[in-house]
């Protein structure tokens, strides 16, 4: 168990390593660019999913009633497959936790390997959040249920003096390209994955 447990451990710090090189050198790019399109909070608020769509990084518990092997807390890897005994790999990706349940009872009940299955799956820790630029402690964190801009901010420490705190820099795995979101209407809403860059103040 120590040595299963090691290993996602191991897992988990490479799928954020990997994470926030991407993200440090997508920003990177888009910072001497100034070409971003610029949007407002309310419109990207809208854009969010009713309900989670999993995705690399997020823990859950498996739970197959009156399986106790098969119920377990599992890791989604960097390629957003989900690895459990018997059936192998799921493509997760994507997935609400409810289409994810269904596709584990379909594999192990055409696998044969529980005749009636009945699974239901809880969402134990989300993938990393990411927040550079103007702030005091920029890095990788933990996302939390319903978390907002400013909550993210005050996890990396804060804004510093030369923050620009009218507008941020945000990328989202569901984009192609970051955008500039404008911050004088509705808290800015934060999903988990995102990459958050503070910008410089000139004014």
């Given amino acids: 168990m120590a040595k299963v447990r090691a290993e996602a451990y191991l897992v988990s710090r490479a799928i954020y390593a990997a994470a926030f090189i991407a993200a440090v050198a997508?920003?990177?790019?888009?910072?001497?660019?100034?070409?971003?399109?610029?949007?407002g909070a309310a419109e990207i608020n809208r854009e969010l999913p009713g309900s989670?769509?999993?995705?690399?990084?997020?823990?859950?518990?498996?739970?197959?009633?009156?399986e106790p092997?098969?119920?377990?807390?599992?890791?989604?890897?960097?390629?957003?497959?989900?690895?459990?005994?018997?059936?192998?790999?799921?493509?997760?990706?994507?997935?609400?936790?409810?289409?994810?349940?269904?596709?584990?009872?379909a594999k192990l009940k055409e696998g044969g390997y529980v005749l009636s299955p009945r699974v239901s799956i809880e969402i134990l820790s989300y993938r990393q959040i990411y927040?550079?630029?103007?702030?005091?402690?920029?890095?990788?964190?933990?996302?939390?249920?319903?978390?907002?801009?400013?909550?993210a901010v005050a996890k990396?420490?804060?804004?510093?003096?030369?923050a620009d705190t009218k507008s941020v820099v945000l990328k989202r795995n569901s984009w192609t390209a970051s955008q500039r979101v404008r911050l004088n209407g509705p808290a800015l809403q934060i999903a988990p994955g995102d990459t958050i860059r503070v910008t410089e103040s000139f004014f």
Avoid: W
């Fill in 26 to 39: 997508n920003l990177g790019a888009c910072a001497g660019t100034g070409g971003l399109q610029t949007v």
């Fill in 69 to 105: 092997n098969l119920t377990g807390d599992y890791l989604i890897g960097m390629s957003g497959d989900l690895a459990m005994p018997l059936i192998g790999s799921i493509d997760a990706k994507n997935m609400r936790s409810s289409e994810l349940a269904d596709a584990i009872s």
């Fill in 156 to 162: 990396a420490g804060g804004y510093t003096r030369r």
């Fill in 52 to 66: 989670y769509r999993v995705g690399p990084g997020d823990k859950m518990k498996v739970i197959v009633f009156g």
């Fill in 131 to 151: 927040v550079l630029g103007e702030v005091n402690k920029p890095g990788e964190y933990s996302h939390d249920a319903g978390m907002t801009l400013e909550q």
